[in-house]
Structures are given as C-alpha cells and as structure tokens.
C-alpha cells in the first residue's frame, strides 16, 4: 500500500509538472520533470535501479533518434525552408496558402515525427507569413493541428503511435493501409473548419510577398539527394516487415557516412530533450503500472467490438488531455489486450490520442512548438486555439472511429 500510494503521488506530481509547467511553480520544463518524477520513483523505492532500466523502451527511443536524424540532414539541406517557401510564394490566394500549408504539415508528419515537422516549419512559415503581410493565427493553427492528424497515418508519425507499434507488433503496412485513409479524412475535415472559421478573414487579405527571390532559402541539391535514397530505403524497409527502430537508425547512420557533413553539426539539431522526456517518462509510467493500480481504475468499455471502440475512443481523447497521450498510451495499452478485436482496438487508440491532441494549446507537444515559435509576433490564449480545436477533434475522432469501424 504504501509504495502504491507513493508511486501514485509521483506519478500525479510529474504530471502536474509536465501539463502545467507555465505556473511555474517549479523551474523546470517537460523533460527535467519527467526525469525528476523517474528518479523519485527510484529514491522512494517504489523501483529498483534495474527495475527502472528495464522499463525504458528502447526500441522507440532508437526509432525516435533515427528519424530525428534523417530530419536532421533535411533541414542541414535546407529542404524543408526551400518547400515551404516554394509553396507559400506560389500559393496564389490565401485560402489556397491554408490548404497548402495543411497538406505539406500532414503529409511530412506521416512520414517524420509531427513535433520535428512542427519544430522545423514553423519559422518558416511565420517568416513568410509576416513578409506576406497575412493575418497568423489561421496558418498556425494550419500547422499544428494538420502535424498532429497526418502523423496518425503512420506508425513513424509521432511518438505515441511508434509506441503502439512496438507494444502491438503491429506490421507497418498494414497498419498504413487503414490509417492513412483515415488520416486524409481527417485532414480534409481540419481544413474545412479552419477555412469556414477564418472566411471572413481570408476573404479580405491578399498576399503581399516581395519579389526578391535572393531572400529566399538555398536547396543543396546534391545532399537533399542523398537524403532522399536513403530515406526511401528506410520507407521500403519499413513496407519490407523489417524492425523499425534499426531499419531507421540504419538509414541515420547512412546517410550521416554519405552526407560528407560535420556530424557535430547534425547531432545538435537532434532533439535529445525530447528523447530525455520519454525516457524518463517510461520509469514514471512503469512505477506506476508495477502497484496494479492502473488495472484497479481500468473502465469498463462495454461488450463487443463497436461499443468498446467508441468507449475507448471518447476515454482515449479525456486521458490524453489529463495525462498527456504518450504517458496515457503506456497505461492503456496494458488493457488492449483484454478487449475485442485488439488490433482495431490499437488502431482506435492510435487514432484517439493523436486526433485527441487537437482539443488545447496542451494537448499535443507540437502545438506547444508552434505558439511558442511564434510567440514574438503573435500571443495565442487558450481560447483562441481552443474554439477551432475542440470541433476538429471531435468531427475527426468520430468521423475516424466510424472510419475504422467501416475499414476493419
């Protein structure tokens, strides 16, 4: 009982820390509150060194790094500031702008991680955006909320679905061949929601771009090649059945061999904050799931594959929102297997939790990236993300469970 209590009142502090970092009630952002929370649940004794290390799943931590490193040397290439530059100076008329900025954020996070998609286009689109003279708020909420429905088309689009794809061993084709459809819906209902709320704005901006193209970004041809071989060799390993994590670090290590770069350079474009998170993340959650309690407190999702995918979704969308979806994933997915259907069921859980980072500002860590990104032109409230983001989760999550329900 007592290690039990103690592991919750961890696992509840790290959490406060982590969702309300903006109190400021102590210094420290989302990584140093989960690697607090991780060392707590060793120090109280509610795990053991080993206990500890034996929770972290390397598989995705490996995956993780090897795609953030493939992304690395796309944005080293300037691939990423000379696509979205090229779209956004070609656009045409502001609603066509919204669309485009919402396919090029959905369709690199299926196949990139949605926070790094978010981490690398958003100055860019904010500088463009201002140069265009054009009101910020609907591209910013283009981006973020695109990123984080596309990258459920995949199971390499975000962090919670590659952990479902290793909890699961769910294979990458298959799962893309449900998921992607799925994900086009759903961009398509994002977009439509964005345009119809921001009508009146964008009817009456006009794009303003300067015509000096010197301004604008460099390509290096040759080295966004070599990238783009080898990223296509990793996908094809991917659609091959072969690991994930080692075919994607492979592909990392390639191309870090073929590149002819400064590997220092490369590697300080990594996000190893976002690799600390979830380490540590990993103890949290496992000092919690090691006490039972998560099973004492599992829902009841009804009986049959339809009512439990419906329970799961709607419990999916509020867990993730109070826990944050990656740490909910690692608790839900012990349940999984005692439901209906349990691939449907990994895929309505993939589905929820990522749709479900959608609903605030603090749902998803993309969202976080993109408003603090643009915070020296433009303050989002919460509300103002809120009031487009809560009828986009909702339209998508149901429109995507019936989806699944249909495709199954």
Partial sequence: MRNEILALTIFAGTYALISGR???????NRPAAALLGAVLMVATGVMTPEQAYRAVDYNTLVL???????????????FFAWAADWILQNAGTPQRLLLYVSVVAGGLSAVLVNDTVCLLLTPLVVAVIVRGKLPLLPYLLALATSANVGSVATLVGNPQCMIIGGMSGLSFV?????????????????????????????????????????????????????????????VAGFM???????????????????????THEVLKLVDWHLLVFFA??????????????????????????????????????????????????????????????????????ALATTFAGNLTILGSVANIIVVESARGHLEVSFWDYAKYGIPITLLTTITGVA???LLR
């Fill in 280 to 349: 540590a993340l990993f103890v949290v959650v496992e000092g919690l799931n090691a006490t039972g309690f998560p099973e004492q407190v599992r829902p009841g999702f009804g009986i049959g594959a339809t009512a439990q995918a419906w329970n799961l979704a709607w419990f999916s969308v509020v867990g993730s929102n109070i826990f944050s979806n990656v740490p909910f994933v690692l608790v839900a997915g012990k349940w999984i297997g005692n439901l209906a259907e349990p691939e449907l069921m990994w895929k309505v859980l």
């Fill in 22 to 28: 903006r109190l400021k009630v102590l210094p420290l």
């Fill in 240 to 262: 091959g059945g072969l690991n994930l994590p080692w075919t994607a670090l492979a592909g990392a290590a390639f191309i870090m061999v073929a590149a002819r770069r400064d």
């Fill in 403 to 405: 989806l699944l329900l």
């Fill in 64 to 78: 993780l790094l090897g795609m953030l490193i493939i992304a690395a040397y796309l944005h080293l290439a300037g």
């Fill in 174 to 234: 298959r799962y893309a061949a449900v998921m992607t459809p799925v994900a086009a819906v759903g961009l398509a209902i994002n977009y439509a929601v964005l345009s119809f709320g921001f009508r009146k704005v964008l009817r009456s901006a006009r794009i303003e771009l300067s015509c000096n193209s010197a301004a604008g970004p460099q390509l290096d041809r040759a080295l966004t090649a070599k990238v783009g071989v080898v990223f296509g060799l990793v």
